[in-house]
Each structure stands twice: as structure tokens, then as C-alpha cells.
């Protein structure tokens, strides 16, 4: 320490001790002490660590201890020779690569060169020893060890990066096929394996035809494929939803990427990925989003789909189609009485007689509800829908028994005929419907056809329809308020809020409008108008005290506004909105 002898020493030791870890080492043996002082001295400047051997089981010692780069050895040592010391070493897994240098004396040993020649040895060093010869020979021998090592070194890397390649590979959840230019299989990850049900033997070799047949390929001709245009002009193609073959005979549907690797005269890679799951949610979610999950059967959706498909085959067969609009009687009893539970087994079983009456073919939904559709197509001529809806009311009619209760229930049917009576799906559905309500109308238990008086109805209908949403787009609408009066003392004691519809040319009737937004859905856009507007407008006779803090303004609302659950939200954000006391409504 800080300059002192001791430490200073040891540490000059330490670092020649590192200096001589790095260096390569080089064995000399030879059993007279003169003939390694001799050696040492030539070599000393050779850039190696030099370590000495008296015998020929020392040398072996030292072999099997250290990592020796040459071994320069004498032939003539007693006990053990230079040829029996050779030998052991080429037993030796770990010294049977060393490369040896034989030293033995020119007049008398050219038989044990070709000898030594014979034991492996590399090459000889001839007494009396050339220093300049043994130097250059030693510094060619160090040298090519030297290389040897840095080829092991990189050899190793290329093998560690190899595994850990293909570790990524085997890991991988995608299946990974390799190709050559002409679209056979050279390379295929345990995935790849196992999605496409194959061995090694079965799959490796094999064209990719064998195991998808690409996107418009023409014929099974390899260059005929999408897969060799894209690998041609050196660009990756992506497929989001193709099948490839299994070797079981099954169908793999996949995502797949096909990239070219690098080299003009290299194949390319495939990576694909199972979709059967994700496709077999999609189908689900689409079934969900088509049928009705109480009874299987389909919505007001998939009827919708259905119908559009039905139309289009009768419109270029030319035969008739039937669309029957079906609802219960007294289900609404039912309810009340029995609770949900049992009316939703009522419904189920609803379902269960319409698959029993119809044909296979025939299509069945459930609109929501005690509401059901059924859709005949094929119909060879009118007086058949009637059969078939006579035979439906039989089967509804007929009691149900559930859990110890026998219920018993009807139906009136609406049907409407295509292309008899309408030419497109929502007619259709319309002209079914007015059919139903006609049918209830009259009685239960029946069936009515739709006719020309009931399609001039839908059309005014129709047409007051429009006339309401332009009428509401158009400010058509207004309140007019009707004050309520204490009759004993003439004070007025509230007002009620009354919508009226004033057009260009009059006035039209509430009794004929708000039943059809009733119907059509409007009245919940309507009908939550005339709220904001009668609190609005109560506030502003609150702030200006034109009216009494007692007196509270009454709007009508429809049963089928009791029926949206976000009414009661939509009155408490209107009276929060103007600041109008609940009271007051």
C-alpha cells in the first residue's frame, strides 16, 4: 500500500499469474533437465505460457489437469516413450487433439519419425535443435490454435443462438412450415405438427398443395399459386381467414402470413394461427344476435334475414309466399295469474307445437312477447295458407298443462302474401301485422288475409306517419294548458298540459295520432317533449308568479312510456334541469 514493498510484490505476482492465465500453454517434455532449459530459453518470447514434464506419466498428468495448446515431446524417455505418451493421448477424449511435436535426433531416428507419424504426431523438431525453426514452428501451431479456439468460440455462439431460435420456434403457439422455391415442406415447428395432425415424416417433403389448396390457384401447379406470385416479387401476403388441409382428412381454419426469406434462391416461411375457436364464437355471437333466448327460436332480426332470403327465392320461382303473424290470447292473464316462470314455459311450449305443426323447412320467430311469425313459402295457391292456419289455432287452442295448472290460451292470425298483396319485406311485415290487429278486432281464436281495404289503412297510416315526424321536425307540435278549477271557491287549483298537432291546413285530431305514435314508437320521443316543455314552461309561471306555488301542471304520459325503464331517470333530469319542485309536476 501506497507504495510499500509487500503489497506492491503481491500484486506484480497477481497480475503476472493473470497474464500467464490468459496466454496458451505449452508443454515440454523431455526427461533430461539441460534439453528444457534449453527449450524454455528459445521459447521464451513465443507469447505462451510454458510448462515442463520429466516423464512421460508427468506429461500425462499435466495433459489431463490443464488446457494445453502444444505439446512438443521427446521419443526417447525412459519408462515411457514419446510413441506410448502419443497413444495415451489419442485414447483420451480431452487430449486427443492436442497437436504433438516430436523432438528426436536426424542420424538415427528416421524410423521413428515414420513412426511417429503413424501415432499422430503433427510434426518432428530434429537435434540438435534449430532455434529459429522450433520458434517458427511453435508460433504456426499457437497461431492455429488460436484460430481452433476462436472457430469453437463462434461455432458455440452458432449453436446457442441455434437452441435459442429454435426454442422460440417449439414454444411458439403458431405453427411455422418452412418451404423451398418450389413449395415443399423442409421445416415445420411441433405446432405446425400438431394443428395439422401430422408426423414429421408425413408432413416434411410434402408440397403445401397436399395441405392447402391457396386462394385462387389454377390447377395444383406450384406456380400457379398466389403463394409463389408473392414469394417471386419478394412480397409477404396475409391471409386473415383460409383453411388448410389436416392429415386426418379434417379442415384447419386459419390466419396466415406467408414472407419470402432472404436470398433469391431461398424459399419462404408460413406462419399461421388456429381460428377454429374465434370462429366458433363468431358463429355464436351471430346466432345470439339472430334468435330469441327464451325459446331458440328466431328474433326480429333473423326473421328479418329470413324473410329477405324467402321473398328472393319466390320472386324467381314465381310461387307464392305466406307470412303469418301470430298472437296469443289471454296470455296477459296468464302472466298475472301464474307469474313470469310459468308464462315463459307457456311461450316455450308455443314453440315447441309450432315446430310439431309445421314442416321442417318452414321458418318460425319470435318477435318479443306473446308475438310469433311464421313464414310458408312454396305454396302452390292461396287456399293453402288458409289450411295451415286453421291447423295452427287447433294446436294453440289445445289446454297446457303446467305445473299442475291447466291454462288454456288462443291465438288470432294475420297473414299476408307475397307477391299478392306487397312486393318488399317491410310491407309485408306491415300488411301481416294489420292482418293480426283485424283479426283480434273480430274475435278470438280466428284468422284474417290482408285485404285492399286494410292496405289502404296501412297506407294512410303509412303516410300519417310521415306526417308526424315531419311534424315534429317542423315544430308542428305545441301544448295547449287546461286550467283546473276549485268549483266550490272558483280558484284555480292546477292546469294540464294537452299536445295538439296543427298543420297548414287544420288541425289534426289527438285520437288519431297518438295512437299510431303509440305504435310506432314515437311517443317516447314525443311524450318526453312534452315534459321538458310543461316543466319548462311551469317554472317560468313559477319565477313570474303567475300561478300559485300550489298549483301543479299535469301531463299525460302512455302506457307504453311506463314501459321504458329510463322514464323515471328522464322526469327527475327534466325537473333537475329547470329547477321546478317535484310537487309542481
Same mark, same amino acid.
Given at each position: 500500500m501506497n507504495g510499500h514493498g509487500t503489497y506492491s510484490g503481491v500484486n506484480a505476482a497477481n497480475a503476472v499469474q493473470c497474464t500467464q492465465d490468459r496466454l496458451q500453454r505449452v508443454l515440454l517434455v523431455d526427461d533430461h533437465g539441460e534439453n528444457l532449459a534449453v527449450l524454455d530459453a528459445i521459447l521464451s518470447d513465443c507469447g505462451a505460457h510454458l510448462l515442463q514434464a520429466r516423464s512421460g506419466n508427468e506429461a500425462l498428468e499435466t495433459l489431463y489437469r490443464e488446457e494445453i495448446a502444444l505439446v512438443l515431446l521427446d521419443v526417447n524417455m525412459p519408462d515411457m516413450d514419446g510413441f506410448e505418451v502419443l497413444r495415451a493421448m489419442r485414447a483420451n477424449r480431452r487430449t486427443r487433439d492436442i497437436p504433438t511435436l516430436f523432438l528426436t535426433a536426424y542420424a538415427r531416428d528416421e524410423q521413428e519419425i515414420v513412426d511417429g507419424y503413424r501415432h499422430g504426431a503433427v510434426d518432428f523438431i530434429l537435434k540438435p535443435i534449430s532455434s529459429a525453426v522450433l520458434r517458427g514452428k511453435v508460433q504456426q501451431f499457437l497461431e492455429l490454435a488460436r484460430y481452433k479456439r476462436e472457430r469453437e468460440r463462434v461455432n458455440d455462439l452458432l449453436a446457442a443462438q441455434k437452441r435459442y431460435y429454435e426454442s422460440m420456434l417449439n414454444a411458439a403457439d403458431e405453427g411455422v412450415l418452412g418451404l423451398s422455391?418450389?413449395?415443399?415442406?423442409?421445416?415445420?415447428?411441433?405446432?405446425?405438427?400438431?394443428?395439422?395432425?401430422?408426423?414429421?415424416?408425413?408432413?416434411?417433403?410434402?408440397?403445401?398443395?397436399?395441405?392447402?389448396?391457396?386462394?385462387?390457384?389454377?390447377?395444383a401447379d406450384w406456380q400457379n399459386t398466389v403463394f409463389y406470385r408473392y414469394w417471386k416479387s419478394r412480397r409477404a401476403l396475409r391471409l386473415t381467414d383460409t383453411l388448410l388441409r389436416r392429415m386426418d382428412g379434417e379442415t384447419l381454419p386459419v390466419a396466415l402470413s406467408c414472407a419470402p426469406l432472404p436470398g433469391a434462391e431461398s424459399g419462404s416461411v408460413i406462419v399461421f394461427q388456429d381460428i377454429s375457436q374465434q370462429k366458433k364464437m363468431e358463429e355464436q355471437l351471430r346466432q345470439q344476435a339472430v334468435t330469441d333466448s327464451l325459446t331458440g327460436l328466431l328474433n326480429r332480426h333473423g326473421l328479418k334475414q329470413a324473410l329477405a332470403g324467402c321473398v328472393?327465392?319466390?320472386?324467381?320461382?314465381?310461387?307464392?309466399?305466406?307470412?303469418?303473424?301470430?298472437?296469443?290470447?289471454?296470455?296477459?292473464?296468464?302472466?298475472?295469474?301464474? #307469474?313470469? %316462470?310459468?308464462?315463459?314455459?307457456?311461450?316455450?311450449?308455443?314453440?315447441?307445437?309450432?315446430? /310439431? =305443426? &309445421?314442416? @321442417?323447412?318452414?321458418?318460425?320467430?319470435?318477435? #318479443?312477447? %306473446?308475438?310469433?311469425?311464421?313464414?310458408?313459402?312454396?305454396?302452390?295457391?292461396?287456399?293453402? /295458407? =288458409? &289450411?295451415? @292456419?286453421?291447423?295452427?289455432l287447433n294446436t294453440l287452442s289445445a289446454p297446457f298443462e303446467m305445473r299442475n295448472h291447466s291454462l288454456s290460451t288462443g291465438a288470432c292470425i294475420g297473414i299476408a302474401l307475397f307477391p299478392d298483396n306487397c312486393n318488399d319485406t317491410d310491407s309485408l311485415m306491415l300488411a301481416a301485422d294489420l292482418a293480426m290487429y283485424r283479426a283480434k278486432s273480430l274475435g278470438r281464436n280466428t284468422f284474417e288475409f290482408f285485404t285492399p281495404e286494410l292496405n289502404a289503412r296501412a297506407q294512410a297510416s303509412m303516410l300519417l306517419e310521415q306526417g308526424i315526424r315531419q311534424g315534429f321536425d317542423n315544430h308542428e307540435f305545441s301544448l295547449d294548458y287546461q286550467p283546473q278549477f276549485d268549483t266550490a271557491g272558483q280558484h284555480i287549483v292546477g292546469i294540464e298540459a294537452l299536445l295538439r298537432w296543427r298543420r297548414h291546413n287544420g288541425q289534426v285530431r289527438p285520437d288519431v295520432f297518438i295512437p299510431l305514435m303509440e305504435q310506432t314508437g314515437l311517443i317516447n320521443q314525443v311524450g318526453e317533449w312534452v315534459l321538458e316543455a310543461a316543466v319548462k314552461q311551469r317554472r317560468a309561471w313559477q319565477l313570474s308568479g303567475q300561478l300559485p306555488d300550489h298549483c301543479p301542471v299535469a301531463v299525460n304520459l302512455s302506457p307504453r312510456q311506463f314501459n321504458n325503464p329510463q322514464l323515471a331517470p328522464t322526469v327527475a333530469r327534466i325537473l333537475e334541469r329547470h329547477a321546478l319542485p317535484p310537487a309542481l309536476l
Open positions: 422455391p418450389d413449395g415443399r415442406v423442409h421445416f415445420a415447428n411441433p405446432t405446425a405438427l400438431r394443428l395439422l395432425a401430422a408426423a414429421p415424416d408425413q408432413l416434411l417433403g410434402a408440397n403445401f398443395l397436399e395441405i392447402g389448396q391457396p386462394p385462387s390457384a389454377n390447377g328472393q327465392r319466390s320472386a324467381r320461382s314465381g310461387r307464392h309466399l305466406a307470412l303469418f303473424f301470430i298472437d296469443l290470447d289471454h296470455f296477459k292473464d296468464i302472466n298475472d295469474t301464474q #307469474g313470469h %316462470d310459468v308464462g315463459d314455459l307457456v311461450l316455450k311450449s308455443v314453440a315447441g307445437r309450432l315446430k /310439431a =305443426a &309445421l314442416r @321442417a323447412k318452414d321458418v318460425i320467430a319470435r318477435l #318479443g312477447g %306473446d308475438e310469433f311469425t311464421v313464414i310458408i313459402d312454396d305454396l302452390e295457391d292461396v287456399e293453402h /295458407a =288458409a &289450411l295451415v @292456419a286453421r291447423k295452427l
